[in-house]
């Protein structure tokens, strides 16, 4: 074997490498951490996920032997192993873990795709916390850890201190492509009935030829009793940020399709360039962003899930500005920016508009923190999702909202004019708006955290 290289990516000149810390003394274990530290509820957002893939395919018996009755394998009988280490994100980060699936089909799924059974894995810190007693108690206390092995990529998890797992991939070299979409999976909840959780997902992903999968015979029973029959096909995906519903019970299928819906806006969320928080009224912190997390630990804004600011009078200023937002609806586009006082460092300058519900699943506000020493800005069309227009929508807006006439919009879009303007009046009608001056509004602000 070559000689060990802590893993970001693969390649020493691939664009997305990060060089991570040499891994602890017990796979997944991350020092620092107080696993016990108070955990806020589902939604979460994670960034920086380093994944490994391995797609296989499974022996009859096997599937036979792990799956729940009430669920249906694909007739390829096929699953996937993976080790991946989250590094940062809202809630429940860092952690690390390791699993193994069972794809399956017939079940209700919001969107019409197989969903992943996750039969078995290993997981590290807060996100094992949660995951073992919410999520899936399918799921051990452990870890992983990734690293480079020559010209290999390895990931290696179980429990802390033993290597039960272990897979390796060789990249093809072929250019990352990016992906988003949604995976559901599902697992045992504490009862024993089945519980369906759907993550979204955006990230560069790299194909690999799989090579090998090791499962030690240290390794759980059933973790044993899956060893694959067939190695299919392999990825790693360096970069990727991911948005984990509430579990549900499998049979509550309305809230498992706004579920669906709403990890999708907030992976968008989730990559905003400039700190934004969802905040429901009197200052209770629903959601942040990874730069919002890094901002509230820095300037100390947040404690215990509800804002924290240097001086009584911002808190309650910004606690106004919220309900104003809230309370005024779709309308409440136009409401004067505050300065809030840090701890040390010029005032952050704090913005707040509504949100569409499905957001939040309740009454909340989108609350953009602005440094004025720093120039963030990107393309707003995103950002228009999270205010309630579909993306065909949100494209119309941002080039209307810049300046364009709706004829060039609709050239640059390769729609009619007819098409733009009628989509226009639904846009107005949405954000409670009457003219073009008042979505340029809305669309220069958004500018500054286009994602």
């Known amino acids: 074997m070559g000689e060990e290289e802590p893993l970001a990516s693969a390649r020493a000149n691939d664009p997305f490498r990060r060089r991570d810390p040499a891994p602890a003394a017990h796979p997944g274990r991350i020092e620092g951490v107080e696993p016990e530290a108070e955990i806020p509820p589902p939604p979460y957002s994670l960034t920086g996920v380093d994944m490994v893939f391995i797609g296989v395919r499974h022996r009859p018996e096997v599937v036979r032997a792990i799956l729940p009755p009430e669920l249906t394998p694909l007739p390829e009988l096929t699953g996937t192993v993976s080790v991946f280490r989250v590094a940062r994100g809202w809630g429940i980060a860092p952690y690390s873990a390791c699993f193994m699936t069972i794809e399956v089909e017939n079940y209700p799924s919001p969107d019409g795709s197989p969903a992943y059974y996750m039969a078995t894995g290993h997981f590290s810190d807060r996100g094992g916390i949660v995951m073992r007693r919410d999520y899936n108690t399918n799921f051990l206390d452990g870890g992983s850890r990734q690293f480079i092995d020559g010209d290999l990529v390895r990931g290696i998890g179980g429990p802390h201190g033993v290597d039960a797992l272990s897979i390796a991939i060789r990249l093809t070299g072929d250019p990352p492509v990016t992906f988003s979409g949604i995976h559901n999976y599902i697992g045992r909840n504490r009862n024993g009935g089945l519980n369906l959780y759907s993550v979204a997902y955006t990230g560069p992903f790299h194909t690999a030829e799989p090579v090998s999968i090791d499962i030690a015979e240290t390794a759980s029973d059933r973790m044993k009793t899956l060893r694959p029959a067939e190695l299919l096909w392999g990825l790693q995906v ?76 911002d808190r309650a200023a910004l606690v106004r500005l919220v309900e104003q937002a809230i309370d005024r609806g779709t309308g409440a586009f136009d409401l004067d920016p505050i300065a809030i006082e840090r701890l040390e460092g010029r005032p952050l300058i704090v913005q707040a508009m509504p949100v569409d519900r499905a957001v939040a699943g309740a009454d909340a506000a989108l609350v953009l923190f602005s440094d004025p020493a720093s120039g963030a800005g990107g393309n707003p069309t995103r950002a228009l999702q999270l205010l309630g227009l579909t993306p065909a929508e949100a494209r119309i807006a941002a080039l209307v909202g810049s300046g364009l006439s709706p004829k060039e919009a609709a050239a640059q879009l390769g729609n009619s004019e007819g098409t733009v303007r009628t989509t226009l009046t639904q846009i107005y009608q949405k954000l409670d708006i009457g003219r073009q001056s008042e979505l340029a509004k809305i669309v220069a602000r958004l500018e500054t955290i286009g994602a």
């Not at 049979?251 to 990890?263: F, K, L, Q």
């Not at 969320?269 to 997390?293: K, T």
């Not at 300037?299 to 924290?308: D, F, Y």
């Open 238 to 313: 360096p970069d990727l940020s991911l948005t984990y519903s509430p579990p549900r019970l499998i049979t509550e299928t309305a809230e498992i399709a706004s579920d669906g819906v709403r990890v999708t806006l907030l992976d968008i969320f989730s990559r905003l360039r400039q700190p934004a928080m969802v905040l429901g009224r009197d200052g209770a912190v629903v959601f942040m962003n990874p730069q919002a997390e890094t901002l509230a630990a820095e300037a100390r804004l947040v404690e215990r899930s509800r804002l924290n600011l240097a001086r009584r009078d």
